[in-house]
């Protein structure tokens, strides 16, 4: 054997000091699960331990090889942890100051040259660097690694041995859990990290660059508008992942949506709508602009979007939303919410930072804010974590009211109980977001002297073992709830649309139409306006529908 555990252990003593400062400074490039942890309850002496082991372990491999004789290795391996260091800093400095760590968010706001944000950006800097807040934390950070390596300089062979191999061996059973854990596996180390964010901030860069350069030269688009719009506020709540038979408002056996069902005589509850695509950046691309899957089915950047349509009828526009801005594939969410006079990202900013997600009751809030403010017109999209994957990470622990006990096999004999925990899971995510939606139909209650329209759909659906033995995103798989509420004021004051909207319940509907529903309702004229896809018209015919670029048949999804 080339290697011997005596003469490992003797050069990592030798080297202690730096194995010590290592694997503080490695523990910076997980500040992020610190952070979170502390909020959520987490024991902090046990992630402590846990994290510091791990560090550990990856700090003795470069101590160990900086401790060779050979130079060439010596070189390679200074440089390894210079990058380490440098990677581990900046993600502590990032996280402390913005809330997400070395992230394709990052690289996208740093490219993002001559936007509003960098300003913002530099603003926090200068301010965060002096607050005492991070001179407390850099201050007790650095006094502790300083105690740690002094204390190493001082320690024998046989203390270093008693100390380093038990941490080791914590470490590497950490590591080995950590690697197979699906939401933590990139904080294990900073190199995963980074790996695993390569691929999302190339895609990301390569959006922006899109984007931007199609989003200029636009104007023309507009020129044909006509009309003020006659709603004072539209809200706009975009759901996500909320299938239509998951909700007891639309059918389905488990209570999932009291509080809507309480409303039912309020709201107007849509029973034949469908999204365009599975996906959120696909659908999304649909329904916020004027391309469809029949007439205009160019680029969908080619097309107005109802942003900055309604923008050119004098609202002011939010852009409030629970999800990343910066998407893993064609964020299109970034190129809406520039558009808007205000975006707000309430939660996460970047998919990589899921630890720091956000609950949807993050919306609230901002809502009320919004609708406070004085603009006699506004244009409010809000976008919901709604059912996103990882569903039982979307709900607080007042929420887990169902589980796989409540989950009845009905025919499905492949339905383990860990699946139909998941369902229940599921279930839990659609129950809580029937409080938001409820509870943001309250908050614009407080507003009724103005017209108000609250629309709310969810981009797609999500199948649930419901036919078969598959859970998740998939093809076709698009039938979604769609419910409206109109503000009393809208009701007296706009009779016969609100009329329009209650007799089109059974109507066969496709989300991509939303732009000429909004225009037609607003009484707004516009070239691009087509009456026959505005389903409250008198001339709406919609010959087909589509799902993921196939033809969409009823009861697909059944
Ligand atoms: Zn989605």
Redesign the pocket.
């Known amino acids: 054997m080339g290697i011997n555990i005596g003469t490992i252990i003797d050069r990592l003593h030798k080297e202690r000091m730096l194995l010590a400062i290592l694997t503080m400074v490695g523990l910076l490039g997980a500040v992020d699960v610190f952070c979170n942890s502390v909020e959520k309850g987490d024991n902090i002496i046990l992630l402590s331990i846990k994290w510091f082991s791990i560090s550990f372990l990856f700090a003795s491999i470069l101590s160990y090889l900086m401790g060779t004789e050979k130079k060439p290795i010596k070189w390679i391996t200074s440089s390894i942890i210079a990058l380490y260091g440098l990677l581990c800093i900046a993600n502590a400095v990032s996280f402390l100051f913005w809330g997400f760590g070395v992230s394709c968010r990052m690289f996208t706001i740093i490219m993002e040259t001559n936007s509003r944000e960098v300003g913002e950006f530099i603003n926090y800097t200068i301010g965060n660097f002096t607050s005492t807040d991070f001179l407390l934390r850099f201050g007790v950070f650095a006094l502790i690694t300083a105690a740690i390596t002094l204390g190493c300089k001082k320690m024998g062979g046989k203390a270093f041995l008693l100390t380093s191999l038990p941490i080791a061996f914590i470490g590497l059973i950490s590591t080995f859990i950590q690697l197979q854990s699906t939401t933590e596996k990139k904080n294990a180390n900073i190199f995963i990290r980074c790996a695993l964010d390569l691929p999302r901030t190339l895609n990301s860069m390569q959006d922006y660059n899109t984007t931007q350069q199609l989003s200029c030269g636009q104007e023309n688009l507009y020129e044909t508008l006509q009309g003020n719009g006659d709603i004072d506020n539209i809200i706009i709540v975009i759901g ?2 909320a299938s239509r038979k998951h909700h007891s408002i639309y059918g389905y056996q488990l209570p999932t949506t009291p509080l809507l069902e309480k409303k039912k005589n309020e709201i107007i509850v849509f029973n034949d709508v469908t999204a365009t695509y ?4 696909e ?2 691309k649909m329904f916020m602009t004027y391309k469809n899957s029949i007439t205009n089915k160019d680029d969908w950047f080619k097309y107005p979007n109802i942003l900055t349509i309604f923008s050119k009828l004098g609202y002011k526009t939010y852009w409030i939303s629970n999800q990343e801005k910066n998407g893993f594939i064609g964020g299109c969410e970034s190129f809406f919410s520039d558009k808007c006079d205000t975006s707000k990202f309430v939660g996460m900013l970047f998919t990589g930072d899921n630890l720091q997600e956000k609950y949807d009751d993050a919306l609230l809030p901002e809502l009320s804010n919004a609708m406070k403010e004085d603009n006699p017109k506004k244009l409010i999209i809000l976008h919901m974590m ?1 059912s ?1 994957g990882e569903y039982y990470r979307r709900y607080p622990k007042e929420f887990a009211h169902f589980t796989d006990e409540n989950i009845e096999e009905a025919g499905r004999s492949f339905l383990t109980k860990k699946k139909k925990q998941l369902i229940s899971e599921y279930d839990n995510s659609i129950l809580y977001s029937d409080m938001i939606i409820s509870n943001m139909i309250d908050t614009l209650k407080k507003f009724e002297e103005k017209k108000s329209l609250f629309v709310y759909f ?3 659906g999500e199948e649930m073992y419901d036919v078969r033995d598959f859970a998740g ?1 998939s093809k076709g798989y698009v039938d979604i709830p769609f419910i409206i509420w109109a503000s009393d004021t809208l009701q007296k004051q706009m009779p016969d649309k609100y009329k329009a909207m209650s007799e089109s319940t059974e109507k066969p509907i496709s989300i991509e139409n939303l732009p000429d529903f909004l225009l037609g309702i607003s009484n707004v004229q516009y070239k691009y306006y087509d009456s026959t896809f505005d389903f409250t018209s008198p001339n709406y015919k919609l010959e087909e529908r589509y799902a993921d670029d196939k033809p969409y048949h009823k009861g697909q999804c059944e």
């Open positions: 996500e992942s599975s996906t959120t950046s659908s999304m709604g996103h969810s981009d797609h995103h």
